[in-house]
């Protein structure tokens, strides 16, 4: 994928569910991993032609883990001038040393959220991006009807009144194949992720549940998408309809 093609995915997300706004600060939540380093280039390239000014900020939660070296996207953003931080936590040290946890993922989630949002809040912004792309979206709701019973995913915009916070999703329209075509293309520096339980979690149960329905059923994911764009989620912004993105730029 082209660097212009994504920030034409990019650019219709933030138009069409109206993520920002002049003066806004923005903190994006770097993992490591080519979802987040994706989103980092789609939000530094938007904000050099989008008229509404915005700053960039990056911050990482460093969860503890032996050998876990993010240097790489501190150079990263070094070249592209985006301030950064790391959050050192315990919170590897917590979940499988002290209380030693064989389903972590949901409490993990829960502490790093707080330790990224809190400092977000430190670091003056008023916004996080996450970087939950379109077979994010049709996975946690794919999860929510097999293990909830209801039907629902992640909005492209939560206030946090707790914390005085917006969540944004900017490439909540780009597809995870578009995002591994351009980690490659642009040789993004991915750093691999050391966690024990990854690609063991209901989450990847739900990411080959829908590439099977996808490829015995072509067009289901798709499909899946605009019935979440149209079904009318509690906590969902109203759409505010835009020309249709095009497939391909050159």
Not at 55 to 83: N, R, T
Not at 144 to 160: D, N, Q, V
Not at 169 to 178: A, W
């Amino acid at each position: 994928m082209q660097l212009q093609r994504l920030l034409s995915y990019t650019r219709k997300a933030v138009d069409e569910y109206n993520l920002i706004q002049e003066g806004d600060h923005i903190a994006v939540g770097i993992s490591g991993g080519k979802d987040s380093l994706t989103l980092l280039y789609a939000l530094h390239g938007l904000k050099r032609f989008y008229p509404k000014r915005f700053q960039l900020s990056a911050v990482s939660v460093d969860l503890g883990f032996d050998d876990f070296d993010l240097s790489p996207v501190q150079v990263l953003c070094k070249e592209l001038e985006i301030p950064y931080q790391i959050v050192k936590s315990d919170i590897y040290h917590i979940l499988f040393d002290i209380r030693k946890e064989s389903n972590p993922c949901s409490l993990c989630a829960k502490m790093r959220k707080g330790a990224l949002n809190q400092a977000v809040k430190e670091m003056g912004c008023n916004k996080v991006a996450y970087a939950h792309h379109k077979d994010d979206i049709v996975e946690t709701m794919l999860l929510s009807l097999i293990f909830e019973g209801r039907f629902y995913s992640f909005s492209p915009k939560t206030y946090l009144d707790r914390m005085d916070l917006t969540v944004i999703r900017p490439i909540m329209f780009v597809e995870e194949k578009d995002v591994i075509g351009f980690r490659n293309k642009y040789e993004l520096p991915v750093v691999k992720s050391k966690c024990p339980v990854d690609g063991y979690t209901k989450r990847q149960y739900a990411k080959e549940l829908l590439h099977s329905l996808d490829k015995e059923h072509p067009g289901a994911k798709e499909r899946m998408f605009h019935a979440i764009l149209n079904g009318n989620i509690k906590g969902w912004p109203e759409r505010i309809q835009i020309k249709p993105c095009p497939k391909e730029m050159s």
